[in-house]
């Protein structure tokens, strides 16, 4: 069956013909209207959609930046000691001073103090640090030519809480801790050619060869650096 378009009414009357023909043109601008209308609602409803995705988003984001900052914030932070550059000769009661040459060498060294204080090193030094395992000699004693301080403890007698007293000691740089079996002390703190050995970890002299031997003007090689060469077994910071 074909269809066929109705044909548009008619009048013969031309009055009558022209309100036919403005009411079709009302229908259609309606209709126009009535599409412009649902589009500009469709548009605000997208509109509204993305404004509330960028809210959410926006909300997540900086819900994430609030959580990093105040995991900067209030997460506790190590305390680290802080000393003025050592040099001026203070006098520290039990404190041994001795005269080491400053040559390199290869190989193992028989040094006079237990741990060394200074002596023939090798030619790569121990970078600054804490270490779990006992370290070598000769690359320790390179760094204390740099003017670090060497912190040594015996596993046997220090552990636990003292050896977190120990760590509380250290500067951020320029100091190295680690165990040294059958020490024959608790505790040995060393720089070039000075040495002090306590029973105690609370002992105040410990701070205070820190005052006045750390980063020592007086060293072979002052200012020279403590990182970019050795690290030793078991360095954990």
């Not at 500009?40 to 997208?46: A, E, G, T, V």
């Not at 403890?153 to 320029?174: A, C, F, H, N």
């Not at 024959?184 to 070039?192: F, I, K, R, Y």
């Amino acid at each position: 069956m074909s269809t066929q378009k109705r044909p548009q009414k008619s009048s013969g009357n031309p009055a009558r013909q022209a309100e036919i023909e403005q009411t079709v043109k009302q229908q259609r601008e309606a209709r126009r209207q009535e599409k412009l209308a649902e589009y500009q609602r469709q548009l605000k409803k997208r509109q509204r959609g993305k404004l509330v995705w960028w809210t959410v988003g926006t909300v997540a984001a900086v819900a994430v930046i609030g959580a990093i900052v105040a995991s900067f914030v209030f997460t506790p932070r190590p305390n680290v000691a802080e000393y003025g550059i050592g040099g001026d000769g203070a006098e520290i009661e039990g404190v041994e001073t001795f005269s080491n040459t400053n040559t390199h060498v290869e190989g193992t060294v028989e040094y006079e103090q237990t741990p060394p204080a200074g002596g023939p090193h090798n030619v790569y030094w121990l970078n600054c640090g804490v270490y779990s395992e006992p370290q070598q000699n000769e690359n320790a004693v390179h760094s204390l030519e740099h003017g670090a301080v060497w912190v040594t403890y015996d596993p046997e007698l220090v552990s636990g809480e003292e050896l977190e007293t120990l760590k509380g000691y250290l500067p951020s740089s320029y100091a190295i801790l680690s165990p040294y079996p059958d020490l024959g002390t608790p505790v040995a703190v060393s720089a070039w050619n000075a040495q002090l050995k306590v029973d105690s970890v609370d002992d105040e002299r410990i701070a205070e060869f820190f005052e006045e031997y750390w980063r020592n003007q007086n060293v072979p090689e002052p200012g020279a650096a403590c990182t970019g060469a050795i690290d030793g077994p078991g360095k954990l910071s």
